[in-house]
């Protein structure tokens, strides 16, 4: 069974439960974020051994982020503390539609020296998925430290760009997204929803845009769709993986939930490298359950399902 490491940023979600806007917002509930924490989370509850690297604040939040991971198996051993815990405000309007702003601090202080390498088997696999991974800081030189490593050893990686333009300038967009090809062209798995596939290759069309995609050199390519399903591609084929229609709550953490499904699946297998396209269809209609069933409560973490409520769902 393949252990599952996750860097990146871990933080406190203020998530609106009143439906209007950051503006107009005035109740707030706090819970656990991150995108790669919420896939490290995801992975856990379902029955995957998880490690998450970042570092959150000397206060009482980081001591809250600490146990909330604990409380779900991951292990916390990489996790560093100093500064103060890096904060998401988050709004969730009638339709469901998200609304962010970044009060950012502790997560980009992190330092590749506190990665325990030497846990790392080539038969692991590893999520590079952040929304301020590839932000300017330290945590950006431990994030291209780590994958050079992963390259070296050859394991599984995937990838996620987790793209947030309240916390890109228009300016560094062209700088992102060469960025984000440098580990796409690497990257077993590359996973993105259909408004960063458009914005990372410059068309509106998901199979245009997966197909440049497996050609840059993702082996396996996947676009999520809401409610349509997602996209599987790989070099000669492509299918739509449809989804099961759910009552949408909060969407937060959707995409994360959805890729903790697919690395607890492939921590279940061996050689997976090697899987065929019809054993990565189970993988993503497993996990377009496990994001849609996130959505049904509030916060990332806690709505994230367990293993036999996904299985009943699936046997329906």
Known sequence: ?????????????MVGTDKKDLKEGKVFEKNAGGAPANVCAAASMLGAETYFMGQVG????????????????????????????????????????????????????????????NMVRKEDIIHFGSATGLLE??????????FYFAQENKTFCSFDP???DTLLPENNLSRYKRECTTFIKKCDLV???EDELFILTDTRDVIEGARILNDIGARVVVITMGKNGSYLSMKNQAEIIPTIPIKQVDATGAGDAFMGGVLYQLSQMEDIKKLPFEKWKEIIRFANVVGGLTTTKYGAMEGIPTLEEVNALLNK
Request: hydrophobic share 35%; net charge negative.
């Open 1 to 13: 069974m393949s252990k599952i490491f996750c860097l990146g940023e871990l933080l406190v979600d």
């Open 58 to 117: 000397d206060d009482n939040f980081g001591e809250y982020l600490i146990d909330k991971l604990k409380a779900l198996n991951v292990d916390t051993s990489m996790i560093t503390r100093g500064g103060n815990t890096s904060m998401a405000f988050v709004s969730v309007d009638e339709n469901g539609e998200r609304d962010f702003t970044f009060l950012r601090d502790s997560d980009e202080k992190y330092d590749f020296r506190n990665i325990k390498t």
């Open 137 to 146: 800081g330290n945590l950006k030189k431990t994030y291209i430290n780590f």
């Open 162 to 164: 987790n793209y947030r």
């Open 191 to 193: 996973k993105m929803s």
